[in-house]
């Protein structure tokens, strides 16, 4: 579904390109960069669906290195801000977020909090904010994304199902890939908590040094 939705958006403005029927409605250059950011976008959405289909079938490559957390998240905050589902949200990390050195697999873990802060990005509402946080416990990190949103009862008991999904037909993968990707391949744990006094947090718990 969003494959294809991506597509059609590239579609669509290579034919205004061909028919100049961007001039008088957005500059040449606008539309290069709306073309650019959908190229992008198609091709991390191929890839994530890959990757699904290589962790179902127990066939995903994990590549541990070290990692810093606060510029990770930091990078993802800054892919993600200006992303079509951020329009009019705030997505900041929390002031307190340690920066903290972990072994982990950047594109998987990388591929999980994307998830949780699209997910948290959608239940939002403009002009609310979306906090990206870290903590450690232990040998334990937490990595945390905040929206203001309560998730409905009867959505959490299905939360994490590979078919379910609020948004529509053939729309689901993305709490069920955290939790695949997180659990099975990254000696992770996925939970959240939702209520409505204090929104919703999606928190992955990982270790610190990889365990082999």
């Not at 290195?65 to 993600?80: E, H, K, N, R, S």
């Not at 977020?97 to 990388?110: N, P, V």
Request: proline content about 4%; aromatic content about 6%; overall charge negative.
């Amino acid at each position: 579904h969003d494959i294809i939705n991506t597509a059609s958006a590239i579609q669509g403005l290579t034919e205004m390109l061909e028919t100049d029927d961007h001039l008088g409605m957005l500059p040449l250059d606008e539309v290069q960069a709306l073309l650019k950011q959908a190229s992008v976008q198609l091709i991390d959405e191929i890839k994530a669906q890959s990757q699904i289909s290589a962790a179902e079938q127990g066939d995903l490559t994990v590549d541990p290195q070290l990692l810093a957390t606060v510029p990770f998240l930091m990078d993802l905050i800054g892919v993600y801000k200006h992303h079509e589902i951020a329009a009019g949200r705030f997505l900041q990390l929390d002031p307190q977020a340690e920066d903290l050195l972990i072994q982990s697999d950047r594109t998987l873990l990388g591929r999980v909090v994307a998830n949780m802060i699209k997910n948290a990005l959608e239940a939002s509402k403009p002009g609310e904010s979306v906090t990206l946080g870290c903590e450690c416990a232990y040998d334990r990190l937490r990595i945390s994304v905040h929206n203001p949103a309560v998730i409905p009862h009867h959505v959490q008991l299905q939360i994490f199902q590979r078919s379910f999904s609020t948004k529509g037909q053939d729309r689901g993968l993305g709490t069920y890939s955290m939790k695949l990707l997180a659990e099975n391949y990254l000696h992770g744990k996925v939970q959240f908590t939702s209520t409505p006094e204090t929104g919703t947090k999606f928190m992955v718990t990982l270790p610190v040094i990889w365990e082999r």
